[in-house]
């Protein structure tokens, strides 16, 4: 009772209602992303996603995400130079990597590898336009080296270098799979890192904005952006969606496998989403490189697997707003492509540290510390118990 009043005391007081995972409740102001949920837009800087991945590439995206605007030919030829000439890692790093488990997920080794980066370059000169170019050079080119690189060490291979002749995606690629990828391979890629690059605030993108605001260094911001990523209800949903496509089995289970999850109340993983009552425009962009990546390269028997599960869920949770969100086939794509499975956050966290560099760069822009309040439902004031007169009752 004394713990009802004191939360109803503090609620009273500041008059703001609790909304558990802050739904609906605006964190800060950005002017990088728009999300029209109803209709199943997004854009960037004001241009439609889907204009972007036709016609811009990935590098160009990031560089519109970070500094606002298109870049022109020459901003951008400058730009793809820089990151092509910091795309090499320390052997440090390369050498602590060596020391992580090969059995550790990969999305672990990258938040401990971008962390790294702050040991080598830690000035915090935050208020230096350079130094925010150059980390900004620096995490877009070294994080792709970084998940490529965990990926062969693991296999007790040596990484290998970045190869200059080879453009963004395409080097990512071949430093992954050790073999030219082949241009459409490469194109269809880059369009996916173009489509994961940024979606508002997120709660990866929040984490970052929160870090941001602590002043710290850029290299902290991306690591905890990383770390929060990883989960199973934001990025990770996608090494899910396979699992579960494979248990499937096939397309005349899926109705089946929906109304056993759906009594037992299980998430369909790839499905649903806090912001949009359509299908994720990025899902439907996704099924699409699907299809010509199959149309190129063979057919993906989860392919049909997971189109029956969409329409079988399009009657069951239609209603409910409930339809396929990013990470749905996203899968399908990367498994065409060679990249393994628990390699799939990461290839995110390759696209996304774009849209947390641009959410970095507000932050700064406009920066107050986050620090958000609560509604204590603790214990009320308590006498101190002396050690010997705790029982294990008290103590649970
Ligand atoms: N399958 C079945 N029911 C669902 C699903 C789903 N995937 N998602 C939401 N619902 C239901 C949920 O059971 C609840 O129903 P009820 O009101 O009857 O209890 C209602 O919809 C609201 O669900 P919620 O969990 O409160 O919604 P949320 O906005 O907090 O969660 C979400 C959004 C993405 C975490 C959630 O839809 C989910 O867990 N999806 C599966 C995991 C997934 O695919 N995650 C990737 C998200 S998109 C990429 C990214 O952001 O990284």
Redesign the pocket.
Known sequence: MAQQQLAELRHARTGIELRP?L?GVPATQSAICDIDGEQGLLTYRGYPVSELAANSSFLETAYLLIWGELPTRDQLTAFEQEVQMHRRMSFRVRDMMKCFPATGHPMDALQSSAASLGLFYSRRAIDDPQYIYDAVVRLIAKIPTMVAAFQLIRKGQDPIQPRDDLAYSANFLYMLTEREPDPLAARIFDRCLILHAE?SL??STFSARVTASTLTDPYAVVASAVGT?AG????G?NED?LTMLEQIGSSENAEAYLDE??TE?R????????EYRVK?PRAVILQSLAEEMFARFGHDHLYDVARGLELAAESR?GA?G?FP???FYSGLVYRKLGIPRDLFTPVFAISRVAGWLAHWREQLGANRIFRPSQIYSGSGPRAWTPIHERSPASAA
């Open positions: 995972g739904d979606h997120n709660a990523l199973p209800l934001h990025g949903a969606v999850a759906m109340k998430k369909i993983m790839g499905f649903g989403h806090r994720d949770l409910k409930i969100n990013v990470d």
